[in-house]
């Protein structure tokens, strides 16, 4: 038994100063921007004198009633429905390639995760340089110039500098969706091999014997041993889309009428540009609360998992 | 025992000889690149000259217009730890964020002892000044209100008289539109771009004092010129290349120097982007006052400040009294491609381009411009940034209108 508590009491000690490090660094730092998000401190001199007035709701209040935010919430559900789509198809399809040992899969392999290790920034630069439109159609560039060369001027669009939209989804953004799900479908798609891979040859076999076509496996039996792997594929790429910056700043900026606006843009404007910190602050609370929102009752199911294994 | 005390007295002998040898100035910037580095150092170099034994230290933040620099200044301040002296835009930039809350010495008293205080324009005084006193002294000036221009592209159109009015100005849009030219390069994906051209608009239709006159509390907001500036900046919106919003300033200038666009309207630095194109100004490109404005000077400037508490104050004030010398501005202008803020500068260093400029900033109104931080605090920039990126795509004036009203309004101008 002390023996036992000794253990414990050595293994306090070691997780202590990251206990303490992750304490002041990420929870008291929330903590501080919350309790900025109610105080009056909208210019640098406010902040400076530091004299913390309690305003209650009002930076929220004036947050919500803004049209770029307005825009912004939309522009974040728009791009993280296609995006958590578009990366986990892709992902999955391809994943299903390579398993099935297409010649050369270990080659395509690689070659599809490798835009994950490029950073965001360098995948926005080279891609706001594909989509740029040029001035079609005299004088286009980027895809715009290879529609002309290949006589298809008809696609000729002005991609992410379009302004139209479809009711509140901006078509701007699909410029950037296919930037985002060219970044991330490789990763996808190492997750879902890994969990085909670790599918036991004999339930397929006996599937097979059992004269299941390979459709029917593929959607009764494959996916839902593989269901734990998309939970989390949408976890880790619906917390990226909610807190999206730098593809977004490095590719297209806020865009014309702030099509391709998102509120971590927003937010870096608003405390950085102009002074406004409490309400850059509330714009980072609502960040939290939209991906705690699906954090969370991730974290609960498999802390859950854990305890009853 | 023993130990301890001779570990102490060694201790005691490294700290006391680091501060002997503290003779430092710590010089902040966001002068990185091209001609603006060369520049500074060669202001260091010249400073190292008069004072070998100062040791500069450089502390300078990569970023186009200081954005970076900015983030990192303001958290330096807030911290206590200033620089010994930084470069920030001349007026609200600095007051509005340093002055008003008390971090910087006011300098008048020693531009009056060093014998500079006159040579510098009453209206730069003015825009550098906070309640009567100077906080910063301004090094270079560049000038906002410039229309670029294609020499070869205005020849072929058969032009031959630089526009002066909207109406010459929109005539000879119309030409390079007829002729399959762009007729005014934009590129706002930054947005300060399109801002940066509505001052220059707004300046028109107020002229030099009533444009003055919005930031003194003199004149309002709500006047028929800012409608009207907005129902001019409508009228341009066709003839800006339409891919716009995906370029740069420099991405623009390009479309005039590819001899795809006629005119660009930018402040002066593009001067010096053409020439490192290779360029001749003259002969390549010319330039006129945006049309409406030729009576006026769209004032852009960076200038040195001292925060309180500057860890060597007496090194940050010989650096003052040099860079507002005569010599020092000679030396930094050229290099960098802008004009001195004294008057009584040498003419014969400058290129043909700014000598034009500087024979205007001698004679005409000097204004302060708001995308560029003289004019307005960045709260009002950020807003109105945003009002225009909207317009441009909605085109709805009364909105437009009232979101500027609202933005004056926080900023406690006049909207009555």
């Known amino acids: 038994m002390s023996v036992q508590k000794n253990k ?8 202590l100063p990251s206990l303490i490090l992750i304490g002041i660094f990420v929870y008291y730092f929330i903590f501080w921007t919350i309790r900025t998000s109610f105080s009056n401190w909208n210019s640098f001199s406010s902040l400076l004198r530091g004299v913390y007035k309690y305003v209650g709701f009002r930076n929220y209040e004036r947050i919500f009633m803004d049209p770029r935010f307005q825009t912004d919430l939309w522009n974040t559900l728009f791009f993280t429905l296609f995006f958590i789509l578009g990366s986990v198809g892709l992902g999955l399809f391809l994943a299903n390639l390579i ?11 690689n070659l599809f995760l490798f835009p994950m290790a490029i950073s965001f920034v360098v995948t926005g630069t080279v891609w706001s340089w594909i989509f740029a439109p040029g001035n079609f159609p005299n004088d286009p560039q980027g895809l715009n110039l290879l529609f002309k060369k290949l006589g298809l001027e008809k696609l000729q669009w002005m991609w992410y500098t379009s302004s139209e939209s479809i009711g509140h989804f901006n078509l701007a953004l699909i410029a950037v969706i296919i930037a985002a799900v060219w970044q991330m479908s490789g990763y996808i798609m190492a997750m879902y091999l890994a969990g085909l891979k670790a599918i036991p040859e004999e339930i397929l076999e006996a599937a097979r014997v059992d004269g299941a076509n390979e459709r029917y496996i593929f959607w009764k039996i494959k996916m839902p041993l593989l269901k734990p792997i998309t939970l989390s594929a949408m976890i880790v790429l619906g917390h990226v889309s909610l807190k999206i910056f730098d593809l977004i700043y490095a590719m297209t900026g806020s865009g014309p009428n702030n099509v391709t606006d998102v509120p ?16 850059g602050s509330a714009i980072s609370v609502i960040m939290l609360l939209m991906v705690a929102v699906i954090i969370i009752p991730y974290l609960y199911s498999s802390l859950r998992r854990g305890v009853s294994s | 025992m023993k130990r301890f005390v001779f570990g102490l007295i060694a201790i005691l002998l490294v700290v006391s000889s680091v501060f002997a040898a503290s003779n430092d100035l710590e010089i902040f910037s966001w002068w990185t690149g091209g001609g603006e580095e060369e520049g500074l ?32 200044l303001k958290t330096r301040m807030l911290g206590g730890n200033p620089p010994d002296s930084f470069q920030v835009h001349a007026g609200m930039e600095l007051t509005d964020t340093y002055v008003i809350p008390g971090l910087m010495e006011p300098l008048t008293n020693y531009l009056k002892e060093w014998g500079v205080y006159d040579k510098f324009p009453k209206d730069v005084m003015k825009i550098v000044s906070y ?70 608009i707004m300046l028109s239709m107020f002229g030099p004092e009533d444009y003055k006159g919005l930031f003194d509390g003199k004149v309002s907001f709500n006047s028929p010129e800012m409608e009207l500036s ?48 290779g360029w001749k100004p003259g002969e390549d490109f010319g330039w006129f006052a945006v049309p409406g404005t030729s009576d006026a000077f769209m004032f852009i400037s960076d200038t040195f400040g001292l925060p309180k508490n500057a860890p060597h104050r007496e090194n940050a004030l010989k650096w003052l009294k040099f860079i507002a010398t005569k010599e020092a501005q000679d030396i930094f202008n050229p290099i960098k ?62 909105n437009a209108l009232r979101d500027i009203m609202w933005a004056a309004e926080d900023q406690g101008y006049l909207t009555e």
């Not at chain 2, 009015?165 to 399109?194: C, H, S």
């Not at chain 2, 066709?238 to 995906?246: K, V």
Request: proline share 3%; glycine share 8%.
């Open chain 1, 8 to 15: 414990s009491r050595m293994g306090f000690i070691i997780i």
């Open chain 2, 41 to 72: 150092l060669a202001l260091f170099a010249k400073f190292n000259q008069y004072y070998p034994n100062i040791n500069i230290i450089n502390a300078a933040v990569a970023g186009g217009a200081g954005t970076n620099a900015k983030a990192v």
């Open chain 1, 264 to 279: 971590a843009i927003y937010m870096f404007e608003l405390t950085f540009r102009s002074n406004k910190y409490a309400m």
């Open chain 2, 337 to 398: 491609g802008s004009i001195p803020a004294r008057i009584d500068a040498d003419k014969s260093k400058y290129d043909v381009y700014l000598t034009w400029s500087m024979n205007d900033f001698a004679t005409v109104a000097v204004v302060p411009s708001i995308i560029h931080g003289s004019a307005a605090p960045e709260g009002f920039v950020t807003s109105l940034n945003d009002t225009l990126n909207r317009f441009l795509v909605k085109k709805n004036i009364s």
């Open chain 1, 99 to 109: 398993d099935k040992g297409i010649k050369g899969s270990r080659f395509f392999q």
């Open chain 2, 230 to 277: 907005l129902v001019l900046l409508e009228r341009l919106i066709p003839y800006f290349n339409r891919d716009h919003s995906a370029l740069t300033w420099q991405d623009a200038g390009r479309l005039v120097f590819e001899g795809k666009a006629l005119f660009n309207v930018m402040g002066d630095w593009e001067e010096g982007y053409f020439k490192t194109l």
């Open chain 2, 131 to 200: 309640q009567g006193e100077v906080y910063s002294i301004p090094v270079n000036v560049h000038r906002g209100n410039v229309v670029f221009y294609n020499k070869k592209i205005f020849k072929k159109l058969g032009l031959t008289k630089e526009p002066t009015t909207w109406a010459e100005f929109f005539a000879a849009m119309k030409k390079a539109q007829e002729a399959g030219y762009i007729p005014l390069a934009l590129g706002d994906k930054n947005k300060w771009t399109l801002t940066h051209l509505f001052e220059n």
